[in-house]
């Protein structure tokens, strides 16, 4: 039997609305996805994951009859939904339910992916692992593992980002590199992005969805929706039809030469990667010395203080001896960050 996920048949494009509201929504977005040859399937959320109590958790069972009549009106465009309890499972497999996906506040629950792995187990339905909320490969990998152990094959991971404390403007700090390294461990693994979640707002969702397609990912879930602005949840990132249709026509589709040796490609992936870690540390290290300065014009403390600074410099140099880095090379980019903070400072 064909696969769901085929990585053949890149980019993997998943589109849809975040929640499933009426039929009348689910009508209009799947003619429009329907009617474009480049999108694999229809995304809707039936139960939906809310972080705080009182919000719109879904329609539950009338959405699954609205795919029902979807999939009577437009039968190859395959449907997937989030399931989080084996039940939601066994309903899916009453309704016209292609796929489904394990969303990130269940991944990380071992117990829980347990459970769906043996009621999914002897189905056709495909199987999506989104990551977990905490950046942890270990549990991406041992949710995929679980669903292998019960017999399931068609399997895609999708990256949605991850909750951290400083996202940098994200709505989900995205870690390129943990599902880089959930790439290099299972390497025949269809991994798609999710930029909706990982941007949190439609602005961000084009550079997030180019970034992962450069960083070689198989392919997309995005939300869309034919009234964004009015949708019960998640209407900041949802793209309308038309800007859904601009993201696709827009995005460049690389081609990696398969001559190029691959784990060149990848390393220096990784180096770019941590690149804009460095600089990002460096950001959060000018915030607190700008903080410092205040403090020391407050109390009308000189801004350079020679003993903090040798110390500051020794445990450097100490640091660079007991981790195997070259002394000099650690003391230069010490004095430079010290200059820089004085700078700063005044
Ligand atoms: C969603 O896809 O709408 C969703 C709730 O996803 P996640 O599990 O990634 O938060
Ligand atoms: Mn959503």
New binding site residues.
Partial sequence: MDRLFNVSDKPIIIAGP??AESLHQLQSVSYHLQSDSRVAMM?I?VW??RTRPGGFEGMGEPALEWADKVHSLYPSLPICC?VARPEHIELCQQHSIDAV?I?????VNPFLVGELAETLRGTTLGVIV??P?TPDVDLWMGAIERLLKAGIVDIAA?H??FSTYNNFGYR?NPLWEIPIELRRRMPQLPLLC?P??IAGRRDLVAPVAQMSLDLHFDGL?V?CHDDPDSAL??SQQQLSLTDFTALLNNLKVRQFSDTAPSDLQRMREQLDIIDTQILKLLIQRMRISKDIGAIKHAHNMPIYQPSRWQQVLDRQIQNAKQMGLDEQFVKDITEKIHAESLRMQK
Avoid: F, L
């Avoid at 969303?103 to 991944?107: H, I, K, M, S, V």
């Fill in positions: 975040c929640s995304r959320g939906k994951p989030e996906w969303g990130a506040r269940t991944t989104k990551n909320i999708v949605r980002g989900n999710d909706s979640h879930m939300e949840t998640d």
